[in-house]
């Protein structure tokens, strides 16, 4: 391997060392990145100095970037990054900054191909509070009983953008002309990792809304069922933030989340790619 992986305790998470991610990359790191994210879901960086270009010029080399739903919040020069910011444009505090994302998904469950990589840099974080929580989904599917795993072999999930339990944070902000980009899109409860071939649990509280030949109540109470079994909290790994932060996880494999719990006039800025579908560049 071209970096030293430092396993982060049990978590699915390990840290990388020996990497300058402002720097031109061979595509041979882009690869064993992308391999070691299969052992562990979501790699640390600490101590990156990136600005928008050069996260820009990092992140585009994994694969194209998906431009968010939200179009409030895109990089004005880059559409392909967008900002998670509790800041406005006039320095007060973004109220939906603050709320936004703290319930359990992956990013663009509620697209047809979903995305497979996340990939956030700090810029400013709050002293304490304001951390991102993961869980291994993978893991996660391991833990059910095997009734339950037979079970949700057979099912399909209906995603729609906030569309689930714990979406209502997302009411309103579509416009109406989105709105018709996104109605439900179907993936089945247990997809296969393309490069470990493990069974994951696709299912998250934010974008999943029902299963097919399940009923809107039961549908939600599944959903909501297997979110609680799967957040187990000695399986989460904690991401407490420090600018210079760099997180990149497999979409594929894990959920997250945002864990608020900070005061909202301490800044919390960040960056942020989506990888559509991984094609390495040179
Ligand atoms: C998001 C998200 C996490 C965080 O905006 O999609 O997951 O910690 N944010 O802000
Ligand atoms: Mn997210």
Do not use: C
């Amino acid at each position: 391997m071209p970096f030293d992986i430092t396993p982060i305790d049990d978590k699915p998470a390990a840290q990388i060392k020996g990497l300058d991610l402002s720097q031109p990359l061979d595509p041979a790191v882009y690869r064993a990145l992308v391999q070691t994210l299969s052992k562990y879901p979501v790699l640390v960086f600490h101590g990156q100095d990136l600005d928008a270009a050069a996260f820009h010029g990092f992140t585009r080399r994994f694969g194209t970037l998906q431009e968010h739903v939200l179009h409030k919040y895109r990089h004005a020069e880059f559409p392909g990054l967008s900002w998670l910011t509790n800041v406005a444009s006039d320095g007060s505090v973004d109220e939906f900054g603050v709320r936004r994302a703290t319930t359990w998904h992956s990013d663009g469950s509620y697209t047809a191909i979903p995305p497979t990589l996340g990939i956030l840099h700090a810029y400013e974080t709050p002293p304490t509070g304001g951390g991102t929580l993961f869980i291994d989904m993978g893991a996660a599917f391991d833990r059910l009983t095997p009734a339950l795993q037979t079970r949700l072999r057979g099912l399909t999930g209906l995603h729609r953008h906030g569309a689930g339990p714990g979406g209502d944070m997302y009411d309103n902000s579509l416009s109406d002309k989105q709105k018709e980009n996104h109605r439900d899109v179907f993936h089945p409860v247990v997809t296969q990792h393309p490069d470990s071939g493990r069974p994951i649990l696709y299912v998250n509280e934010t974008h999943t809304h029902k299963f097919e030949g399940i009923n809107k109540t039961d549908s939600i109470a599944l959903v909501n069922d297997l979110v609680a079994q799967a957040v187990q909290p000695d399986a989460i790994y904690h991401h407490q933030w420090t600018p210079g932060d760099m997180l990149i996880w497999d979409e594929r494999s894990t959920i997250h989340r945002g864990e608020g719990d900070y005061t909202p006039t301490a800044r919390r800025i960040m960056l942020r790619a989506i990888i559509d579908q991984i094609s390495i560049h040179e």
